[in-house]
Nanobody, 122 residues
Framework: VQLQASGGGLVQAGGSLRLSCAASGRTFSSYAMGWFRQAPGKEREFVAAISGRGGSTYYADSVKGRFTISRDNAKNTVYLQMNSLEPKDTAVYYC????????????????WGQGTQVTVSS
């Protein structure tokens, strides 16, 4: 599975961005998908995850109510809609795929995209 993340950019606080992650392969729906982020000098942290068919979603407390993860299995794509962005959301965002029902730990994911930079200015 190859993953290609896109949609990052520079946005002012309070603004919105939608990240996309396109996956290769014909078994996309068998993979849980997750979004993680890593700010400079910090460890990679969980943001959101969604099960293979989209029936279950999980969010980090820091983004709950502001971010929404979704997927379109017909397009082999997972999305992260980010609203009410704050400077603390500034990070490189990574998508990941794992052969599990759903997961929040990076070690449970098998494939990673290259990351897309999100910068939120105050």
């Amino acid at each position: 599975v190859q993953l290609q993340a896109s949609g990052g950019g520079l946005v002012q606080a309070g603004g919105s961005l939608r990240l996309s992650c396109a996956a290769s392969g014909r078994t996309f729906s068998s993979y849980a998908m997750g979004w993680f982020r890593q700010a400079p000098g910090k460890e990679r942290e969980f943001v959101a995850a969604i099960s293979g068919r989209g029936g279950s979603t999980y969010y980090a407390d820091s983004v709950k109510g502001r971010f929404t993860i979704s997927r379109d299995n017909a397009k082999n794509t997972v999305y992260l809609q980010m609203n009410s962005l704050e400077p603390k959301d500034t990070a490189v965002y990574y998508c990941a795929a794992g052969r599990v029902y759903v997961a929040v730990e990076p070690s449970q994911y098998d494939y990673w995209g290259q990351g897309t930079q999100v910068t939120v200015s105050s």
